[in-house]
């Protein structure tokens, strides 16, 4: 690490502790530490040394949260939706302005490397921007009457809304997964990641600074007490997801009548046809396995790589020259392309089904292992791993493994191949690589996924297109015009004259 960069991360930390009072929870407009005085530690997964000290929310702290949302809710319904924007694009400029601190708190946090997760802030800006400038989306409708008189639909918030994140991208989603909910006029409770909370935990401040108190309370904490206490609360009326499968189905179960929508993992293929570039698919393979911006932990990774007989040879070599050059090293270090996952657990849980593809019969062409050097030693490093000679009841090959882990299937036949990639419980993403556009769009609609793209990757994806899945993968869309009216609930007004 260089001495500049290494500097910089001691100021962010330091600073940040300040600014957030020690590390704080945000409720009704200012820092609250938990009523119980709990606390949980956590680590940087680059050196498996303690990093901060955070709250952790009981039962008691969610539903103070979630009162204090629901006492704000009147106030900031009624605010007209130009007014709600103002607010939100403020507050995305903030998040702009101090983009490369929160980088920096999220690759000492989850392990990401610190220029993708500056990238990631503005990400997370520009959604928040993005929706707040949708807000005259929020329409109604007039249904013609009988006899004369009037029918028209409003659109209408829910009031106070859930909205619970995973570790993957801490600052972008505590940032935009709380933007549509706002401008349709909800107030929030975000119930950060445990293993990742500092990010937020500032964002908190710029929050207290840019909103009505109470509007967006930040509060942290493990599922099994403070998600839990939240998804069961009476008073939330909608609740988002994204993590796992099975969280998902634990909330579905939790949840009651509240109204859901859930972005929840994948496993999802990239389909590769003989008359395509081996080249510029490998580029797109290894770019959109997320090798080098979240170490293979993102639901939209494409960890099944079904390449026709005709070009297998050369592309498993392609893939294997370029996931050899990734550049492994501490997430907040300069010219980091690939950190460690985040977690010691998550580690031992990666390299598991590393193992189990082993055991299996796959062929370990590349990685599998502890990254190697000194200085990577202590954290949780694991090599950039492919497997070819894959095959579809392979362990590796159905379940997510959320990690750097690729599998290349080899195909001859189309049907069967189609039968292989649709045959997992997920349904997420998808990519089709091939020069015949009639093939290509007859593949993508023979898909089950609710994203797919045609020579593309997975690691590119843009606002105002609807992202979320099929089967498993989910309930819901996000990132459009479909996530901020799900945040809305239709009221019909009958009027006789």
Request: proline fraction near 4%; include cysteine; charge should be negative.
């Amino acid at each position: 690490m260089n001495d500049k960069l290494k500097e910089f991360a001691k100021t962010v930390m330091k600073d940040a502790e300040r600014e957030t009072e020690g590390w704080q929870m945000t409720i009704n407009g200012q820092f609250a530490t938990s009523l119980s005085g709990k606390r949980y530690t956590t680590v940087n997964p680059s050196t498996d040394k303690p990093l901060a000290e955070v709250p952790f929310a009981g039962a008691e702290d969610v539903a103070l949260a979630v009162d204090t949302a629901k006492a704000a809710f009147p106030a900031w319904r009624k605010l007209h939706v130009d007014e709600r924007g103002k607010m939100l694009k403020a507050l995305s400029r903030a998040v702009r302005e101090r983009a490369e601190v929160f980088g920096m708190l999220d690759a000492l946090d989850c392990g990401n490397p610190y220029q993708a997760m500056v990238d990631d802030a503005n990400k997370g800006a520009g959604l928040l921007e993005h929706f707040a400038n949708l807000g005259m989306e929020l329409k109604g409708q007039t249904i013609s009457t009988p006899g004369g008189g009037l029918n028209y639909t409003r659109l209408e918030p829910f009031g106070v809304v859930a909205r619970i994140l995973p570790f993957n991208h801490p600052v972008s989603f505590a940032v935009g997964k709380i933007a549509s909910a706002l401008i349709a006029g909800n107030t929030v409770v975000l119930k950060i990641a445990d293993q990742t909370p500092l990010s937020a935990l500032l964002f908190g401040k710029l929050i207290q600074q840019h909103l009505p108190p109470g509007v967006v309370n930040v509060i942290t904490g493990d599922g099994a007490t403070t998600g839990a206490s939240l998804v069961t609360h009476p008073e939330v009326r909608r609740i988002a997801f994204t993590g796992s499968v099975a969280t998902g189905e634990r909330i579905t179960q939790q949840a009651g009548i509240a109204v859901l929508s859930l972005e929840l993992g994948g496993k999802n293929p990239l389909i590769i046809y003989p008359d395509v570039d081996v080249s510029k698919v490998a580029d797109a393979a290894v770019a959109g396995m997320n090798f080098t911006r979240c170490q293979g932990q993102s639901c939209g990774s494409n960890s099944r790589v079904f390449v026709h007989r005709d070009l297998h040879d050369e592309f498993v070599r392609e893939v294997v020259e370029r996931v050899r050059k990734i550049r492994i090293g501490h997430a907040d270090a300069d010219g980091t392309e690939m950190g460690p996952v985040v977690t010691r657990e998550h580690y031992n849980r990666v390299m598991k089904y590393i193992e189990s593809g082993k055991s299996e019969g796959a062929k370990l062409v590349t990685g599998g292992g502890h990254a190697e050097g000194a200085e990577l030693a202590a954290g949780y490093f694991i090599e950039p791993t492919v497997f070819d000679q894959v095959t579809h009841r392979m362990t590796i090959a159905q379940e997510e493994i959320f990690g750097p882990v690729m599998s290349i299937l080899e195909w001859e036949d189309e049907q069967a191949m189609m039968a292989e990639v649709n045959g997992v419980e997920y349904g997420l993403c998808a990519n089709v690589w091939t020069n015949d556009i009639s093939t290509a769009l007859r593949i993508a609609d023979e898909i089950e996924a609710g994203y797919v793209w045609i020579n593309g990757h997975g690691g590119k994806r843009f606002k105002g297109a609807p992202f979320g899945g099929y089967k498993s993968s989910g309930i819901g869309r996000e990132h459009s015009t479909d996530e901020i009216l799900s945040f809305t609930q239709v009221k019909n007004i009958n009027v006789r004259y």
